[in-house]
């Protein structure tokens, strides 16, 4: 019911920052709250920011103060704005989505659709 195909990822210097976007399609898109995750090589998929149909944001300790999350108006596009970059924050990064009763946010099994994913290196 739900499509999602990321944008944005490549590499940056430590330091720097990087924009991520996803787009959503499909009769439900507007239904589903929305979050990032990544996954670094031999480590498991985490989650890294969320945000629900009432705008309530959250993040993982690790990227707090430094990542934002943001969706657009019609709830089709999602954004992940990443500053102050650090070589940890390197992987796979996917947008996901799950439906607003299931929770809690940030924990993989509660997330229904993902995208394919967008690779982001940060380099010391």
């Known amino acids: 019911q739900v499509q999602l195909v990321e944008f944005g990822g490549g590499s940056a210097q430590a330091g720097g920052s990087l924009r991520l976007s996803c787009t959503a399609s499909?009769?439900?898109?507007?239904?589903?709250?929305m979050g990032w995750f990544r996954q670094a090589p031999g480590k498991e998929r985490e989650g890294v920011a969320d945000?629900?149909?009432?705008?309530?944001?959250t993040y993982a300790d690790s990227v707090k103060d430094r990542f934002t999350i943001s969706q657009g108006n019609a709830r089709n596009t999602l954004y992940l704005q990443m500053d102050r970059l650090k070589p940890e924050d390197s992987g796979m990064y996917y947008c996901?989505?799950?439906?607003?009763?299931?929770?809690?946010?940030?924990?993989?099994?509660?997330?229904?659709?993902w995208g394919q994913g967008t690779q982001v290196t940060v380099s010391s």
């Open positions: 996901a989505a799950r439906f607003p009763s299931v929770g809690p946010p940030l924990r993989r099994a509660a997330y229904s659709f």
């Open positions: 499909g009769s439900t898109y507007s239904t589903n709250c």
């Open positions: 945000i629900d149909l009432a705008g309530t944001t």
